[in-house]
């Protein structure tokens, strides 16, 4: 091996390991957004899906309420973002209501009066629904995520799980949480935990994602566990059940379309 | 204050008693410990785990129908000289919307009232049974976007809440009045006989109905009306030759006004235009207008031929909601078309032209004067959960008249109880002073089954 060959091969070897040790640096910045994406993709299916959705509330390891959504599900072709048909189940005087959810575009159907009502997304969070319809929300098109810490969590089986910890900062405003603290399995990319932050920095809830079960192909969670922020003794345990693809047209994701919906038709 | 406050009752504003207010300092102490303390949190984290584990599995259906019954007890204090009178009533509510394959739907809605009227001191009782055929149709789904629809159908237009001008429908649709809050007068109407077509495409939809006239009822009056207890009364329901173009497009995210051509063998055409918009988080805005070269409410009441002109009704308002479960819709209403406050004045010393006056107006669910304001306030879980408090107030600003009505409801599992009062006030002869009623209550309870 001549002096000059050995000098090259140096140069490579530098070059390689420059590029190596760049990419590494570069890589939180670039692989916490793909993460996100990639955790997305095990909560939501790549294409129109339905299922149905039971919220069961606790007040001091006491039920108070319970409601079951059936939630269908499409994704606009511009920003990639699910739009929501929501169809209440239960109770029964809620039955066959339906909430469509375009962004923060709200409209409230009642079949009995035939009334179609905007309504605000301060008035949407009052309900359950708020919690159902989160669900089917692509995060990593509404945050920016940057990674926090490789750390060893808890998570919904009582497990200990070696995790990413992402920071997700909302991209605009029209998002219900400002931040949110997103625990992700280092092994399969699975959601495991995260922590919903107001805009004042203020926790509103924590969830934790459990009971993983293979669902159109892909170990999917099917239920999560809410606690809310202020008082930790409010519980609301969420499954979901039935996820299957459906076609949902784009021309019935509209307040025209809402007295006509009946999910039958979404098969 | 954040999401989870403004969800949770207890920290909703109220009048606490002693032991409330030891209960909520100990609550508070809690909270502030969990949220001080990691370990406390990862214990409270452990706690909500083990009670979802314990969560028994459940599966609801869903179903293609929905019954209830209500029942109701009531005391009206009337006018001085009338005595006071005892209502009540039991109502059975049936909708059906079932879907035979994937092209065809069957849609039924129909109601069955009994209403008592008992004198005071067992003077007397009147009682009468009357049924409303809602709806009864079958949709056909022709493609996914194509629909054609025949039978009986509740068309409704509009996106205002309690002065719909664009609802062209609701004239002669009221046969059973069993409360006065709109979205009760919605719910309890005739559907017309009609044949209708809807087509649409992404972010919009244009639709076309025919509805014929059936019968030998007329638009102007109820004389035609069927009013047998089980009567179908389709000379109510379609006294006359109607058809409606509607057409929705979203111009811009949020904004998609609806653009509605309205015509009535005999009048001329009417426009009606509806649309809202999202202000803020918390702020929504509509607006509902319509307009037609019509003569006067006056003029059709007195049945004389009066010249036509062209009459604008508006109705625009916004809804607020309050991070304690409140929400506030205030409306305008303008009704070109009704008196003004000379006119109104002058009408009231005339007795029977004031009466059939307000029984065209009734009839057609329109003001019967130029400008009135509603307002409702709703407040959900409001002091204590599954309690509901509503109070809705109607203001007539031309004969300054008041309507109060109050709604207190509580939810159970499969049933609500609910307690309603109502209030009018104002002078003889206006629009809410000159009903017989001045003050009533009402005791409720809805049971689904």
């Given amino acids: 091996m001549t002096t000059r060959s050995f000098t090259m091969k140096r140069q490579a070897l530098a070059l390689l390991l420059a590029a190596v040790m760049q990419n590494s640096l570069a890589a939180p910045a670039t692989t916490a957004q793909d993460l996100l994406a990639a955790s997305d993709a095990i909560r939501n299916p790549d294409r129109s899906f339905g299922l149905n959705n039971t919220l069961i509330e606790y007040r001091d390891g006491k039920q108070i309420d319970s409601s079951t959504l059936a939630i269908y599900a499409r994704a606009d072709s511009k920003t990639g973002q699910f739009r929501n048909l929501i169809r209440f189940v239960s109770p029964q005087r809620d039955a066959g209501k339906l909430l469509l959810k375009n962004g923060n575009d709200l409209w409230f159907f009642d079949p009995s009066s035939k009334a179609s009502v905007r309504i605000s997304p301060q008035q949407r969070l009052l309900g359950q629904a708020a919690n159902g319809d989160v669900m089917t929300v692509n995060l990593a098109l509404d945050y920016h995520a940057s990674l926090l810490a490789e750390e060893e969590v808890q998570d919904g089986e009582r497990q200990k799980r070696a995790s990413y910890l992402l920071n997700l900062k909302a991209k605009h405003g029209e998002v219900t949480y400002e931040r949110i603290e997103y625990w992700i399995d280092r092994s399969n990319s699975r959601p495991i935990k995260a922590k919903f932050y107001s805009s004042s920095d203020r926790l509103l809830k924590t969830a934790y994602y459990r009971q993983f079960k293979s669902q159109l192909g892909v170990e999917r969670p099917t239920e999560t566990v809410i606690i809310d922020g202020l008082d930790p003794k409010w519980i609301t345990v969420m499954r979901t059940s039935d996820l299957a693809y459906r076609d949902v047209p784009e021309s019935w994701l509209q307040r025209d379309y809402l007295p006509r919906f009946n999910p039958e038709q979404a098969k | ?449």
């Fill in chain 2, 1 to 449: 204050m954040t999401a989870a406050a403004r969800r949770s009752p207890k920290m909703m504003p109220r009048s606490p008693g002693v032991t409330q207010l030891g209960t909520r300092l100990g609550t508070g102490l809690a909270m502030l410990a969990a949220l001080l303390s990691p370990a406390a949190a990862q214990a409270d984290d452990l706690d909500a785990l083990s009670l979802a584990d314990q969560t028994p599995q459940t599966e609801v259906e869903q179903q293609s129908w929905q019954f209830f019954t209500e029942g109701m007890l009531g005391y009206v204090n009337r006018k001085e000289g009338q005595s006071d009178i005892h209502p009540s009533r039991i109502s059975l509510d049936l909708s059906v919307d079932y879907r035979f394959n994937a092209q065809w739907r069957g849609v039924l809605a129909n109601r069955f009232d009994l209403n008592r009227v008992d004198l005071k001191d067992g003077q007397g009782s009147q009682h009468e049974q009357i049924n409303t055929l809602k709806e009864a149709y079958l949709s056909w789904q022709i493609q996914p976007d194509w629909l054609l629809d025949a039978g009986r159908i509740n068309q409704r237009n509009g996106m205002a809440y309690a002065y719909n001008p664009s609802d062209f429908f609701k004239a002669g649709a009221l046969r059973s009045v069993v409360s006065i809050a709109p979205a009760s007068l919605r719910e309890n109407r005739l559907g017309s006989a009609m044949l209708r077509t809807q087509y649409l495409w992404e972010g919009g939809s244009l639709s076309a109905l025919y509805a014929p006239r059936v019968g030998n009822g007329t638009s102007n009056d109820a004389q035609g009306a069927d009013t047998g207890s089980f009567a179908l009364d389709f000379a109510s329901s379609n006294p006359a030759d109607r058809w409606q173009l509607a057409w929705s497009q979203r111009w811009f995210d949020g904004f998609s006004p609806q653009l509605i051509l309205f015509k009535e063998a005999g009048s001329a055409p009417r426009l009606g235009l509806n649309a809202s918009w999202l202000a803020s988080d918390a702020l929504s805005l509509h607006a509902e207008y319509s307009g037609a070269r019509s003569r006067s409410l006056a003029q059709r009441a007195r049945q004389i031929d009066g010249e036509e002109r062209f009459y604008s009704r508006l109705s625009s308002g916004a809804t607020y909601t309050f991070p304690v479960n409140l929400s506030l819709t205030l409306e305008y209403q303008y009704n070109q078309a009704a008196l003004d406050k000379a006119g109104w004045q002058a009408l009231g010393q005339q007795g029977a032209a004031y009466g059939r006056y307000r029984s065209l107006a009734t009839r057609e669910q329109d003001n019967p004067t130029r400008h009135n304001l509603f307002m409702l306030a709703s407040w959900n879980n409001a002091l204590m959960r599954n309690l509901d408090l509503s109070l809705m107030l109607r203001r007539d600003l031309v004969d300054h008249s008041t309507l109060h009505w109050l709604e207190a409801r509580y939810h159970f599992k499969r049933a609500d109880l609910a307690l309603q009062w109502q209030s009018q006030q104002g002078s003889a002869t206006s629009q809410y002073g000159a009903a017989a009623e001045r003050n009533s209550l009402q005791a409720l309870i809805k049971y689904y089954f």
